[in-house]
């Protein structure tokens, strides 16, 4: 789980009290700030953080220390300290040219936390400090400018900081930053569906789902025509004669299919447009978060699966009519839409919510 920690120094006066409430309320990882006192009246349900004292008095013994280092020396010297128990000693470095990147990096191979601002833009400096701690017991926290780019920072190299230090405007970005922190995409139970028929239907639109992402072989995606149940589309990761693969794609379905998403929403494959969150999900019911690149939505005949779950729940798929496009079967096995037959399994998921506009919603609704 990554962590929050809020920087009061640039708070403006008038919100520090609100951003202080926020921040203890919503339970951050810890409250940075240059003055003692304020630090020394926090609860004990969170870390205190004293920015710019290497030495601070013994009164003020539960606080860690946030130390400046500009060169090995300082370093070597907070080192000391961890190694003596004298304080959870803790590493600001400013990565401003080559020299302060290797510091940062030997820092958050040294101590239990480093924090790093970056000059530049880039997220480049940042990467290498990720590589150099991947395997460090100790945490990277780094500085954010805004909520957005707290969001970038945690996807560098698909493992982020562990934590993020951000100076709120106000108390409504204390809660923004530690949502956007927990925000996972948990996993799916999936079940095993039994194809009852499949039906060619004729001509209709069909879209294919391109994403900014490569998939694993054993992910797709869950879509259905009914809100209540989906099937396991494969990406296009395994080879095909007479074409390319293509490892970003889902051959989804006809545009009026439901496709599930994080939060347990839906949207219409025909609603989706560059830039849209999607949900990849493994056969084993793993999730995770990608972005589409884009839709192809054209004509194509069309093929209508009919299948049922364990407990009677009846599951409508209708996809391009095509030997090429397939789904998945138990044990991640990949099987072609249109060599279906009565008997078959494959994955799916049942879920017991009504939808309105893509959301869950607790009333009457008959899909069929």
Known sequence: MKFAWIDLRSVPSEHRTAVIDAAVHARVHAIVDSDAETLALLPNTVRRVLAGAPHPG????????????????ALGALEGRHRDGLKDAAALVHVTDDRTLRLACD????????VVEFKDPTKIPLEIVIAAADSSPGDLVC????IEEAQIIVDVLEKGSEGVLLAPKDAGEVFAL???????????KLQTLRVMSTEHLGLGDRVCI???????QDEGMLVGSYAHGFILCVSETHPLPYMPTRPFRI???ALHSYVLGAENRTNYLSELKAGSPVLAV???GRTRRIV????KLESRPLLGINAVAEDGTPVNLIVQDDWHVRVLGPGASVLNVTELKRGDEVLGHIATDKRHVGWPVGEFCVEK
């Open 143 to 146: 500085r954010a400018d805004s």
């Open 251 to 253: 051959n989804a379905g």
């Open 58 to 73: 013994d009164e003020h013994a539960d606080l860690v220390v946030l130390e400046t280092v500009g060169d090995t020396d």
């Open 210 to 216: 391109d994403t900014c992402t490569h998939f694993e």
């Open 107 to 114: 820092a958050a191979r040294a101590l239990p936390f480093t």
């Open 178 to 188: 530690v949502e956007m922190l927990r925000t996972t995409t948990p996993d799916l």
């Open 282 to 284: 493994g056969a084993d």
């Open 292 to 295: 589409t690149g884009r839709i």
